[in-house]
């Protein structure tokens, strides 16, 4: 009677690159392209120099917040960087509920599919502060420039995630009504919302907190809200006035990353 | 009654599903479907209802052509077609009453669904059902909360909301333990007997189809190998619809199965 013997040693197969010398000169490549690249970064020293007793200042600043001075200021900016924050999110799911819907692959038909892909690789592949120095520029200075950009960064990131999540659905489910002689709202409405309800409501806070922070950013290019109250204080060399502001935008996101985790519990 | 007609599904992978299936099933009968996975059980039950396009052939429900009718056509005749399915299927978070109620969507209005206004007629039947499959004090549960033989329970309550004219049953026991399969198959028959409803059910369990059913069709490749009396299911049968293999041990260990079944439920009504 003969006893296989069996192999004691084991490793796993390289599954992306079978070539070992192939894999070896990517590996090269890439450590040489990494070293040129860093190489090719040009810092003027001095310049490093002298910018870090402006950061230090700064730094001191954030330490030393001056919340009283610039107040009037600083409770404009918020009061138009949350309005805008929150008309902006309204306004951005209000339009992409149905985009998201006819850009998913199983629910929409094929014409319509692609439009709201177009629409949406639109939306995403201009940034913020392109949108809102053009709309200010088109608007005038001011949160409407400021709730228009929101509203048209929102559109692209909410539908484009919306769709992906209707077409992960579970398809057994939309079978089931689909066979009970459903219309497709219908279909929407009783196999797809109650399957993306609860992942729509979390990236609706989620996009909440990001519009609040990106009103911060093009504030700075004329957009208003909170984000020009900052611009003006570093402007005025008032690091002060600055770190408050900026101090104040990390509690207003903290409290709503700490609400929106309670509230997508809650939903589930 | 369902006819089917040389129905033939040639998916556009090239793979033929089905090959000019046909057999007539009149009321009140209720049809177990057996073969090997990949024999095109599924495919089959789906071209009925028209949720899998078939290629060629016809599926005529009373005399309506199903294979023939527009998308709006299609609609009702659909909900003239209750459906059952293996894993439930069941919209997980909405509650069970919403479960049964969706029987009645290709009946009501667009709104009325949306804002869960059925018609009194339709609640009442929905309770009806429920008590029916024992579900009563469940209505307002959310479905993922219910065990496995519940929701099937709450799947063929919906199936009947529509107030079927045919039963497509896929595989309804296939997630279920044996016990609950039993259960289960015992309401389905019931049920379909009750109401002379005709139904198709997919079936792995040849004993069970064997026990539950009146009457067998055996597809292999697509092909109706057997159609007949379940009595007749002998080991040739078997072997012509699956291939080689050792029958009588199969039918041995459930014998097995269903004596210990039966002895548990002895001890269980003696403890009483």
Redesign the interface.
Known sequence: MSVTTYPRTWRRPPTMIRDARLRYALYAGILVYLVLAVGSVEVNWARVWEGLDRGWRFVLGFLQPDFTSRWRDISQGLVESLTMTMTATVAGVIISVPIGIGAARNLAPRPVYYLCRGIIALSRSLQEIIIAILLVAMFGFGPFAGFLTLTFATIGFLSKLLAEDIEDIDEAQAEAIRATGASWWQLVNYAVQPQVMPRLIGLVLYRFDINFRESAVIGIVGAGGIGATLNTAIDRYEYDSAGAVLLIIIAIVMAAEYSSSHIRKWVQ | MLTVDALTKTYKTGDKALRAVGFTVPKGQVVGLIGPSGAGKSTLIRCI?R?VEPTEGRVLLNDLDVTALPAAGL???????G?I?Q?Y??????TVM?NVL??????VG?WR??LRRFPETDIENAFRLLDRVGLMSHADKRADALSGGQRQRV?IA?ALA?DPELL?IDEPTASLDPKTSRQIMRLIVEICAERGLPAIINIHDVLLAQQFTQRIIGLRAGEVVFDGDPAALDENVLTRIYGEEDWTAMRRAAEEDDAAERDAAERMAGMV
């Open positions: 209802n949720l609609r009702r005749a659909r909900r003239r077609i459906m399915f894993e299927a069941l919209v997980e978070r909405l919403e969706s029987g009645r969507l290709g009946y667009f669904s949306f799947g919906r529509q497509l």
